[in-house]
């Protein structure tokens, strides 16, 4: 990997990523992992170039998030599995939107899965392996003081936004998006941003030209239920996403 920084050492390494520390104290780099993990890592695999997929899928979409106006901490590829993005403190809040109900949802509700849930449902739970990343209540998320009302507010706004165009695109190329988690975190500045990545991992995504309820997958459900091809799934997203839109920059 050739970079207009020098990498510097682990800062953490997550389920899917590792993220290093560089000479340049405005940077940080992301490697993506071809780890596949389930159930709180309960299931654990190594996919063979889901990593690249994930990478190559995340960089655009985010470019398209900040081409509607959504800061991202994105700033460029560096080589086909790493991004470089700006260094953020993650709120321990992982957001999550569902436009059609599916997944935990159906498990805890008594709404059969497929169901369009407009207004889409916004749920926050709390970033804590340890704790099995609980759903957050208003009165648990005021006890843990994890936001100041401004900053929930700005959150969702932010989340319904991103919705808003994740949603249109992917119907454009042919994907409903059933639902997506996503991390946010502020910069040195105080900004609040989008982290983390946008991807299969951690988005639903069905292929509208399907109507098997399995094989219109093309998401990390395809570990989850061992319903197999998951690599090809993602290949299939990315081969869209490249057709819609412009190539990723590159940073330096």
């Known amino acids: 990997m050739t970079a207009a920084y020098t990498l510097g050492s682990l800062i953490y390494e997550g389920k899917a990523k590792r993220v290093f520390?560089?000479?340049?104290?405005?940077?940080?780099a992301v490697e993506f992992k071809d780890d596949a993990t389930a159930f709180n890592a309960l299931k654990k695999a190594q996919l063979a170039g889901k990593g690249e997929l994930n990478c190559q899928i995340s960089a655009r979409l985010f470019e398209l998030l900040e081409r509607e106006g959504v800061p991202t901490h994105y700033l460029g590829l560096q080589g086909r599995s790493w991004q470089v993005?700006?260094?953020?403190?993650?709120?321990?809040?992982?957001?999550v939107i569902r436009n059609v109900a599916a997944?935990?949802?159906?498990?805890?509700?008594?709404?059969?899965?497929?169901?369009?849930?407009?207004p889409?449902?916004?749920?926050?739970?709390?970033k804590d392996d340890a704790?099995?990343?609980?759903?957050?209540?208003?009165?648990?998320?005021?006890?843990?003081?994890?936001?100041t009302a401004d900053q929930r507010a700005e959150l969702e706004r932010l989340a319904f936004r991103?919705?808003?165009?994740?949603?249109?695109?992917f119907a454009a190329i042919g994907l409903q998006l059933v639902d997506f988690k996503i991390e946010l975190g502020f910069t040195a500045?105080?900004?609040?941003?989008?982290?983390?990545?946008?991807?299969?991992?951690?988005?639903?995504?069905w292929d509208l030209q399907v109507a098997d309820a399995s094989d219109r997958i093309l998401?990390?459900?395809?570990?989850?239920?061992?319903?197999?091809?998951?690599?090809?799934?993602?290949g299939e997203v990315l081969k869209r996403v490249q057709g819609a839109c412009p190539e990723p920059r590159i940073y330096g």
């Not at 704790?131 to 936001?147: E, F, Q, S």
């Open 162 to 169: 991103v919705n808003a165009v994740l949603r249109a695109f």
């Open 120 to 126: 889409p449902l916004l749920d926050l739970y709390y």
């Open 103 to 118: 997944g935990s949802l159906c498990k805890q509700m008594p709404i059969a899965a497929g169901t369009p849930l407009e």
């Open 219 to 234: 998401d990390k459900d395809r570990f989850r239920q061992d319903l197999g091809g998951v690599v090809e799934a993602y």
């Open 131 to 147: 704790y099995g990343d609980p759903l957050l209540t208003d009165a648990r998320l005021a006890r843990l003081g994890l936001l």
């Open 85 to 95: 993005v700006k260094p953020v403190s993650i709120v321990p809040v992982e957001v």
């Open 21 to 28: 520390q560089t000479d340049r104290p405005e940077l940080v």
């Open 189 to 205: 500045a105080g900004e609040l941003v989008v982290a983390d990545e946008i991807s299969p991992d951690t988005c639903r995504l």
